[in-house]
């Protein structure tokens, strides 16, 4: 039995367990999150003081869970990481390259520090030995087939994918929520902070309301939103989702927007509640098929949005705003703003019909994307 590393409040889903590789192999793939409402208020401190709540949902784009995650045994005695997206390949063969901080902008920090958690490596120890005593190396090869700042939470769905992958390899099943606790722990480890809300967007699908009551310990309530399936199908052929091709790494977005509740200023304060409020409303709005009024709630979100960060927004995002306006009830940037992809809801399906060609022969480097809700969560298989 090896310990692995203590990383927060969470408990460690991979004490205890036979350190083997159960399986040769295997593929983890993950759906995108685009979150409607809510975003924020699942950050600590707030969420910690006051409980969160997240309207989001799992999408498919292109027809693809675009996050994907392969893991296989292999004969030589180290961990080789590959990233199909830079076509970068390195190899571990110590113990102290594997624990080494991530340097910045390091494609394997995740992989790294998953591997890290589930006591694969330890300070001291031959990595060599550890490896035999599992039956073997590991190649971890990783892709994520979104743009970069997308702000539909690859970061924390690729760790995500990547613990689950893991977890298959060693023969533990992690649940729903196990799984999400331990995309926290390991953002703990890596002292990335961050909330919940992309992972839990990914890993539980459909169109769902997330929300946690207060304390250290954020225990999710997922509730599926409450609709049949015509008007779900309402609400998909009225939903555009849109690549500005405007990228934004808000690296140090999370640490102005903490500072600013901590420093309890009034309107970020009211900001954070009010945001909070609105992911409930939009659920019913939604559910009861009132579309202007979803696109009312969403412009106010886009609104409160630009209080709490006067980056979110830019000339060339207010350009293309003013442009869809005539087709659209309410629009708002995924994530944190600033860049990446564009949420419109138009006012009827015959405003959507016509917006999406538009979009698509709009010039410069925006893309229209096809987009489905995806009704799985992680999917698991063994190639």
Not at 179 to 193: F, I, P, Y
Not at 230 to 239: G, M, S, V
Not at 297 to 306: G, S, V, Y
Not at 354 to 380: N, Q, S
């Amino acid at each position: 039995m090896r310990r692995a590393v203590d990383a927060g409040v969470y408990e460690d889903a991979f004490a205890g367990i036979d350190h083997r590789w159960q399986k040769d192999s295997v593929a983890a793939s993950a759906a995108a999150r685009a979150d409607l409402g809510g975003g924020w208020s699942d950050t600590p401190p707030f969420c910690l003081d006051w409980g969160g709540a997240v309207l989001n949902m799992a999408v498919t784009l292109e027809g693809e869970y675009p996050i994907q995650v392969e893991m296989r045994r292999i004969a030589e005695p180290l961990v080789r990481c590959i990233s199909a997206d830079t076509g970068e390949t390195v190899e571990y063969s110590t113990a102290e390259e594997l624990l080494a901080p991530p340097g910045p902008g390091d494609p394997f920090a995740i992989p790294r520090a998953a591997l890290q958690m589930a006591g694969l490596a330890l300070p001291g120890e031959e990595l060599s030995t550890a490896l035999a005593t599992l039956g073997g190396g590991l190649e971890v090869c990783t892709r994520v087939r979104l743009p970069m700042g997308s702000g539909l939470g690859a970061s924390s769905i690729l760790a995500a994918a990547v613990l689950q992958a893991l977890a298959e390899m060693l023969g533990l099943r992690l649940s729903e929520t196990a799984l999400s606790d331990q995309v926290l722990r390991l953002e703990q480890l890596m002292t990335t902070g961050g909330g919940w809300q992309d992972q839990a967007g990914a890993i539980f699908p459909g169109i769902k309301l997330i929300s946690t009551g207060p304390g250290a310990r954020q225990r999710l309530r997922v509730q599926p939103l409450a609709c049949s399936a015509e008007r779900l199908a309402e609400f998909t052929d009225r939903c555009v989702l849109y690549y500005t091709g405007i990228q934004r790494i808000a690296k140090d977005l999370l640490a102005q927007i903490v500072g600013r509740y901590l420093a309890r200023e009034t309107d970020a304060a009211q900001v954070l509640h009010s945001i909070k409020t609105l992911a409930t409303e939009m659920a019913y709005a939604i559910a009861e098929g009132e579309w202007d009024y979803l696109g009312q709630l969403i412009d106010r979100h886009w609104r409160l949005n630009q209080v709490l960060d006067e980056h979110t927004t830019n000339a060339p995002i207010s350009a293309l705003l003013a442009e869809v306006r005539p087709f659209i009830a309410g629009a708002k940037l995924a994530g944190a703003g600033g860049g990446g992809f564009l949420i419109m809801i138009c006012h009827t399906p015959e405003d959507a019909e016509k917006l999406r060609p538009y979009l698509a022969a709009r010039p410069g480097p925006g893309r229209l994307y096809e987009w489905a809700v995806a009704h799985e969560g992680i999917r698991i298989s063994e190639p």
